[in-house]
């Protein structure tokens, strides 16, 4: 077991590095429309979206989002996990992914997301799938939610 990683908030200054994430995970196209949203959360909108990294000797290696769904203010997006390819299996998506459900579960009535790696979210957190949603960006196609209230309570 290796040693943890280091999880604290996105900076402005950690976009090259996020963008190198998106691209290794997605691709460089994914990787230039990420940026806008990564840069919202520096914004002053209304709804800005939360981002953690997670820093591994110093270098950033993996990143987690999540933001408000406009559906319904208790309703959360999951969004933007990733570890770079060379660091991944070391649980350090785990620890982005706790890090944004610890802030989530007291606030969130739901927590969506859409993936193509619904095992990983199935058995590290109980998320359950609600359907398949064919969609043509490379996401994966997915759709589960978590309840956190539901869960506690069952
Ligand atoms: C999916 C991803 C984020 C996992 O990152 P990671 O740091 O390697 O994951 P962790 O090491 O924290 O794994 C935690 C647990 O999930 C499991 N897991 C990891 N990837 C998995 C996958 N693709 N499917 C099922 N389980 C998976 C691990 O085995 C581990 O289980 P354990 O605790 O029982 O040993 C990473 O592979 C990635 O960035 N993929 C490309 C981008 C992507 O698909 N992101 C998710 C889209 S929403």
Not at 55 to 66: K, N, Q
Not at 131 to 148: A, C, I, K, N, Y
């Given at each position: 077991?290796?040693?943890?990683?280091?999880?604290?908030?996105?900076?402005?200054?950690?976009?090259?590095?996020?963008?190198?994430?998106?691209?290794?995970?997605?691709?460089?196209?994914?990787?230039?429309?990420?940026?806008?949203?990564?840069?919202?959360?520096?914004?002053?909108?209304?709804?800005?979206?939360?981002?953690?990294?997670?820093?591994?000797?110093?270098?950033?290696?993996?990143?987690?989002?999540?933001?408000?769904?406009?559906?319904?203010?208790?309703?959360?997006?999951?969004?933007?996990?990733?570890?770079?390819?060379?660091?991944?299996?070391?649980?350090?998506?785990?620890?982005?992914?706790?890090?944004?459900?610890?802030?989530?579960?007291?606030?969130?009535?739901?927590?969506?997301?859409?993936?193509?790696?619904?095992?990983?979210?199935?058995?590290?957190?109980?998320?359950?799938?609600?359907?398949?949603?064919?969609q043509s960006e490379g996401f994966g196609d997915t759709l589960m939610?978590?309840?956190?209230?539901?869960r506690v309570a069952a």
């Amino acid at each position: 077991m290796s040693a943890p990683s280091n999880i604290r908030p996105m900076r402005l200054d950690d976009m090259p590095a996020c963008r190198v994430i998106a691209a290794e995970c997605w691709s460089r196209f994914t990787a230039q429309v990420a940026e806008p949203e990564f840069r919202e959360a520096f914004a002053s909108s209304a709804w800005r979206p939360t981002f953690y990294i997670a820093e591994r000797h110093g270098a950033v290696v993996g990143m987690a989002g999540y933001g408000t769904s406009w559906l319904s203010y208790g309703i959360y997006n999951l969004f933007w996990v990733a570890v770079r390819p060379h660091v991944q299996g070391r649980g350090i998506a785990r620890q982005l992914v706790d890090q944004c459900l610890a802030d989530l579960f007291p606030i969130a009535d739901a927590v969506m997301l859409m993936t193509g790696v619904p095992e990983f979210y199935a058995r590290g957190w109980g998320f359950e799938s609600i359907g398949t949603v064919p969609q043509s960006e490379g996401f994966g196609d997915t759709l589960m939610v978590l309840r956190p209230n539901l869960r506690v309570a069952a």
